[in-house]
């Protein structure tokens, strides 16, 4: 079985609020755990606010990647938008989510709008 090498997160402070994050085994598209399985769309993500749900959202990350669904699913801490979005607080999480900065007309940049 293979480590776990994710050391924890790089944002400091209070690690709530949360989303789980991974990458998409088949597409190798960034998602996100939402209320019923998994999406492409970071607004659909469900937030951990405390720390019971945010271990029981890593657990069922931890299934996924068990299961061959997703890779690499963590616990990324996030700000909460005037309308209610996740954005992710370290800019290494936030590139994951907005996608790539190349092509704005194309992928989940184009499909779901601008995510701040």
């Known amino acids: 079985m293979a480590k776990d090498h994710r050391a924890g997160s790089k944002v400091k402070g209070d690690k709530l609020p949360a989303i789980v994050m991974a ?13 019923t399985g998994w999406t492409r769309d970071s607004k659909a993500a ?7 749900s945010a271990d029981a959202m890593e657990a069922e990350g931890k299934a996924a990647a068990a299961a061959n669904a997703v890779v ?5 801490p996030v700000e909460i938008t005037e309308e ?10 936030v590139m994951r989510q907005k996608g ?9 940049q184009a499909d779901f709008g601008p995510i701040a």
């Open 100 to 108: 790539p900065s190349i092509h704005p007309d194309m992928g989940k």
């Open 46 to 52: 469900r937030i951990a606010h405390d720390q019971e």
């Open 23 to 35: 990458s998409d085994l088949l597409e190798g598209d960034t998602v996100f755990l939402a209320e």
């Open 84 to 93: 209610g979005h996740p954005l992710a607080r370290h800019f290494r999480d």
């Open 72 to 76: 690499d699913p963590y616990l990324v």
